[in-house]
Each structure stands twice: as C-alpha cells, then as structure tokens.
C-alpha cells in the first residue's frame, strides 16, 4: 500500500508563489511517475505537472514558464513551485503517484489566489 501526504497549500495575492510538497510512504517501485493534478469548482480534474522516476516532466501549456516539478531524491517526494499564480490557478491540488499497476491519490490541498 502507499500513501501520500501533501503540505503547502493556502492563500496568496495573485503574482504571489507557493510551494507545494508531496510525500510518498509505502511500496514504492523504483519505475513510477509523479505529479500534481487540480480540480476547481465546476471544472474537470486536470493535469498539471509530472515527473518520472528518471526525471522527465510534463506540464499542463497553462502552467508553462510558472511551475517547476522537482523531485530531488528520485523516489518519494514531490514538489510544484508555482509562481506568478493567477485567480484560474484557484483548485485543490491532488498529488499523485502512478506505478503499476495502479495510481495513488492524496487527499488534496486547497490553493486559493485572489485577485
């Protein structure tokens, strides 16, 4: 079993930056993807950013140039910087871990930015 523990959510200015950690505990294979995914009222779960267990990342175009994925020891923990965070990055952000054969879910921390 895993589980996912998140920090570092809340309220900020929009311009403002949070830091957003994400710790995974458990059976964690040496082959899995990481990443953060959000949900805002009345929209659809989307994606945010990723990051392997060898370092490749993706990024939702919204995102691009204002996020930064790290992973820095490669297995356990995540993290998503968001910088110059704009009212439409208001959602809880969900930390996720895919490794077969199948995903893992956090409970979810609310970001909240205010224009």
């Known amino acids: 079993q895993v589980q996912l523990v998140e920090s570092g959510g809340g309220s900020v200015q929009a311009g403002g930056s949070l830091r957003l950690s994400c710790v995974a505990s458990?059976?964690?294979?040496?082959?899995?993807?990481m990443g953060w995914y959000r949900q805002a009222p009345g929209k659809q779960h989307e994606l945010v950013a990723t990051?392997?267990?060898?370092?490749?990342?993706n990024y939702a175009d919204s995102v691009k140039g204002r996020f930064t994925i790290s992973r820095p020891n490669a297995k356990n923990t995540v993290y998503l910087q968001m910088n110059s965070l704009k009212p439409d990055d208001t959602a809880v952000y969900y930390c996720?871990?895919?490794?077969?054969?199948?995903?893992?879910w956090g409970q979810g921390t609310q970001v909240t930015v205010s224009s």
């Open positions: 996720n871990l895919g490794q077969v054969p199948r995903d893992y």
């Open positions: 458990g059976s964690i294979f040496s082959l899995n993807k």
């Open positions: 990051i392997t267990s060898s370092g490749n990342t």
